[in-house]
């Protein structure tokens, strides 16, 4: 009878213990997200699911297909070495060089620049690079930055996320929801904290919205791609993941990304390579994180071929993992 207990009592103590670790594993990555927008499904709306395994940092609720999907795997993405996800659904790479300017997006109302951080990676002819800021452009003459700050050492609960609006700091509290909305001469800009530190939402009425996440370069994943990037580094390389969702491009927006979303943009990717790669830095390099000096720049220039189409809801399912050479889209 003892020994019947004492087994009833060590299967309990790993029962309770293989559900800690369960909970334990039920951080950001499966938090649960619901629908708040209205004009989809009425099912839809007020649905929550939980957020799917791959998605590291947390996910977002497409009300379109009322699926869980995570930021950096949906259309506008641009994540890791950089990774994007092209207006078109299509997954490329653009390497750029450390401490230089590109263009990401550029358009007659609207041009974002992204400073590149970095290293050389060892035996390689090419340096390992990571978004650190960007520079957005709109409304006129208004100058939004949002960048990671240098750290030696990472903490989560610790904010390294940089904002300012046109040369002035902007401060949020340290709690999710927490907003700012500064009137603008022609539409209104809207900051808020998508979580408690290092994530925000950024968005101008009928023009773009743009989520923002500060995140460091793990040892594990400095290990996996070969970085070289210790817990003994002075640098984690602090740097930005994003998504970006456009209300209103005209046909003739150029960019790294945005050319994926003009009206001839036909891509030139090799879907069959390991590491498809969009070349041309000369072409989308700048002087400046607020220049518009790029080659292809738009910036400016007259345009009466607005598309106020929401690119953003383009029927697309994009779905990959960490570690993936690929993406999968389907309309």
């Known amino acids: 009878m003892e020994a019947k207990m004492l087994i009833a009592a060590l299967c309990m103590v790993a029962l309770l213990s293989t559900n800690d670790v369960l909970a334990q594993g039920k951080g950001k990555r499966n938090k649960k997200v619901k629908c ?8 839809c709306y007020g649905y929550e699911q939980y957020c799917p ?6 996910c977002v609720m497409d009300c379109k297909s009322c699926k869980a ?3 950096c795997n949906k259309p506008g993405g641009v994540c890791q070495d950089p ?5 078109d659904g299509i997954m490329f790479y653009f390497h750029g060089k450390k401490d230089q300017n590109f263009c990401l997006v550029s358009d007659s109302e609207l041009h974002i620049n992204a400073h590149f951080t970095g290293k050389r990676g060892e035996g390689m002819g090419r340096d390992f690079t990571w978004v650190q800021s960007i520079g957005v452009l709109f409304c006129g ?10 750290v030696s050492s990472w903490d989560d609960s610790i904010d390294q996320l940089a904002i300012a609006l046109d040369g002035k ?22 900051i808020v904290r998508s979580d408690t530190a290092n994530a925000v939402t950024v968005e101008v009425e009928n023009k773009f919205m743009i989520t923002a996440r500060v995140v460091p370069i793990t040892p594990e994943e400095s290990r996996i791609h070969n970085y070289g990037i210790t ?6 390389f602090a740097h930005l993941e994003l998504s970006f969702k456009f209300y209103s491009l005209s046909p003739r927006v150029t960019g790294v990304l945005g050319q994926t979303y003009g009206a001839e943009y036909r891509s030139p990717i090799n879907l069959g390579a390991a590491m498809p790669v969009v070349g041309g830095e000369a072409d989308y390099v700048t002087t400046n994180l607020f220049a518009t000096d790029c080659k292809v720049a738009r910036f400016g220039s007259p345009n009466n071929d607005i598309n106020t189409n929401d690119f953003s809801i383009l029927d697309l399912n994009c779905a990959g993992r960490p570690g993936d050479r690929g993406m999968v889209c389907r309309r």
């Open 36 to 43: 708040n927008e209205y004009g989809y499904r009425k099912s």
């Open 53 to 58: 395994d791959e998605c590291a940092y947390g």
């Open 69 to 71: 999907v995570c930021p």
């Open 83 to 87: 990774r994007f996800i092209g207006g």
């Open 141 to 150: 003459n208004h100058q939004l930055f949002l960048g990671a700050n240098k």
């Open 169 to 190: 700091s902007i401060q949020l509290p340290n709690r999710e929801g927490a907003a700012a909305t500064l009137p603008l001469s022609s539409s209104k800009l809207k």
């Open 231 to 236: 817990t003994e580094s002075d640098h984690c």
